[in-house]
């Protein structure tokens, strides 16, 4: 069974940082991309970083380069989003997604099994 557990999230001042985690278990970390989505109250799914578990390679969208640092620990079988400079229109709530294969890509319908999500709160 896939499973993908998020934490790390809460309410945070405009400035400030957060660092989210992701915990997978149920398939083969090396075969699969993982990626971050984010989604604001009647707001669509947004992609925010995406990293490839074989060669590492990075995506992220532009609003978040150069403040957010998508980063795997494959020991722990985690993926990390480190989240700086945070503003109040990051606030949403943050999913964790597995890709359908070893690439990433920005689109929500190439992520087959997705977490529960962790709220982020940035206060102005």
């Known amino acids: 069974q896939v499973l993908l557990v998020e934490s790390g999230g809460g309410l945070v001042q405009a400035g400030g940082s957060l660092t989210l985690s992701c915990t997978a278990s149920g398939f083969s970390f090396s075969n699969y991309g993982l990626g971050w989505f984010r989604q604001a109250p009647g707001k669509e799914r947004e992609f925010v970083a995406a990293?490839?578990?074989?060669?590492?390679?990075?995506v992220y969208t532009d609003s978040v380069k150069g403040r957010f640092t998508i980063s795997r620990d494959n020991a722990m079988n985690r993926v990390l989003l480190q989240m700086n400079s945070l503003k109040p229109e990051d606030t949403a709530r943050y999913y964790c997604a597995r890709s359908q294969g070893p690439s990433v890509t920005n689109a929500a319908d190439t992520y087959v099994y997705w977490g529960q999500g962790t709220q982020v709160t940035v206060s102005s």
């Open positions: 990293i490839t578990w074989g060669r590492g390679e990075i």
